[in-house]
């Protein structure tokens, strides 16, 4: 390696680093995979552009003085929008954008001539559709690139590589030891990545910098990558990266258990369906001892109170209520925290009236009240064995499972 040119260890801390984040790009690769789309670098992810998300995560590292974004000269409406999703704090650090050119190496020529009035000692080139590199990686590439002029992070390959001719045959197995898949962002000494543009080959098939300074017979170094730090380019990287970014689910069990006796009257209500029955049940509400508990099995999955807490039997607006309203109440308060039904499960205890027939009907609403898949929803019945007050047909009781999952708080 060449000796050091660079600031040495102990002025680190005032080193001028600019970082040059390259958003031009159309993203016609995702493009052919299906449908026009915008560039990937304005997708949104988990609700943040990509971009915005880019910038944030090389503004947290506190080693880059100044950030340029090179991008599309039709983006600037896009671009004013990413900057509003960028919190102040991090927003002075960020110098206005340049429009970039045709190609990804005019783009990166475009940033680094914008720089030229003020050079910065080292300069950092990223991809725009990288969101997931890290402090801790910018970091390594820095203290590399202070040491050698030019770093690249790379990450070893874990497929066996072939190169291959222009008829898909193979003409070579490099070693895979000896391969490393490269990432950004490259750091560089500025002068440097300057020399490395101004020979500026025709066709200007370069990838990535580092190829650049490469044909200039420089020493580039290799630090470690980082696996999670992926280019966004297929419709399959998105979908990872959203699952990624979707906030970690925890699944909560809660129970419930109600109880009516009978009284006068020709039918009861049970899981929101009305079965005629040779008496009725005594009750503030419809008495569906099924959906209430059921309710309270949502309310406890919430650890949310119970369904006296919720709707007191002391307000008249109750009296008679149907109790469809209170399972669907509940339901509700699950979505409300971001939180999701997986299953409703209930078991019905009484000698009279049997479900069978009707378990069909009391599913599906069920599932319409909770709003859920009739799959989700389960009915069950049992007789006590003419035991205890069900078997003596003194009253209905119904047992409940609600299986839920709520955002870990
Ligand atoms: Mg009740």
Redesign the pocket.
């Known amino acids: 390696m060449t000796a050091s040119v660079f600031p040495s260890p102990a002025k680190r801390a005032e080193t001028d680093i600019a970082a040059i984040v390259v958003a031009a790009g159309r993203g016609t690769r995702m493009a052919h995979a299906g449908a026009p789309m915008a560039a990937k670098q304005y997708r949104l992810l988990a609700d943040r552009s990509v971009l915005a998300r880019t910038l944030g995560a090389m503004l947290a590292s506190p080693l880059i003085t100044r950030l340029i974004v090179v991008i599309g000269a039709e983006d600037m409406v896009q671009y004013e929008a990413v900057l509003a999703e960028i919190v102040p704090g991090l927003r002075n650090r960020l110098l206005p954008p340049v429009i970039g050119g045709t190609t990804r190496q005019a783009s990166v020529r475009a940033g680094l001539d914008a720089l030229a009035s003020a050079p910065p000692e080292l300069v950092l080139v990223h991809d725009a559709a990288r969101p997931f590199v890290t402090p801790e990686l910018i970091e390594r590439v820095v203290a590399a690139t202070r040491d050698h002029g030019a770093a690249i992070p790379g990450v070893p390959v874990t497929d066996t590589i072939k190169q291959v001719d222009a008829q898909d045959c193979v003409v070579a197995t490099p070693d895979r030891a000896r391969l490393r898949a490269v990432q950004t962002p490259q750091g560089f000494a500025y002068p440097l990545l300057v020399a490395a543009h101004a020979g500026d080959q025709p066709g200007e098939t370069a990838t990535d910098d580092a190829a650049l300074v490469e044909a200039l017979g420089m020493p580039v170094v290799v630090v470690m990558g980082d696996s999670m730090n992926i280019k966004l380019t297929t419709q399959a990287d998105f979908d990872a990266a959203e699952q990624r970014l979707s906030p970690a689910l925890i699944t909560r069990i809660g129970q419930g258990y109600?109880?009516?006796a009978f009284g006068p009257g020709n039918q009861v209500w049970l899981g929101g369906v009305r079965i005629a029955h040779d008496n009725g049940v005594i009750?503030?509400?419809d008495?569906?001892?099924i959906l209430?508990?059921l309710t309270d099995a949502v309310l406890g999955a919430l650890a949310d109170g119970d369904?006296g807490t919720h709707f007191p039997p002391s307000e008249p607006q109750w009296r008679g209520a149907s109790?469809d309203q209170f399972l669907s109440y509940a339901c509700e308060r699950v979505r409300a925290r971001g939180g999701v039904i997986d299953h409703l499960d209930s078991t019905l205890i009484s000698e009279s009236p049997r479900i069978g027939p009707h378990r069909e009907a009391i599913v599906a609403r069920i599932a319409q009240i909770a709003g859920l898949k009739a799959s989700a929803v389960s009915i069950k019945a049992t007789t006590s064995e003419k035991l205890g007050f069900t078997g003596r047909r003194e009253g209905l009781a119904a047992m409940a499972i609600a299986t839920i999952r709520l955002p870990a708080s």
């Open positions: 109600d109880v009516h009750a503030h509400s008495g569906d001892v209430h508990a369904i109790s």
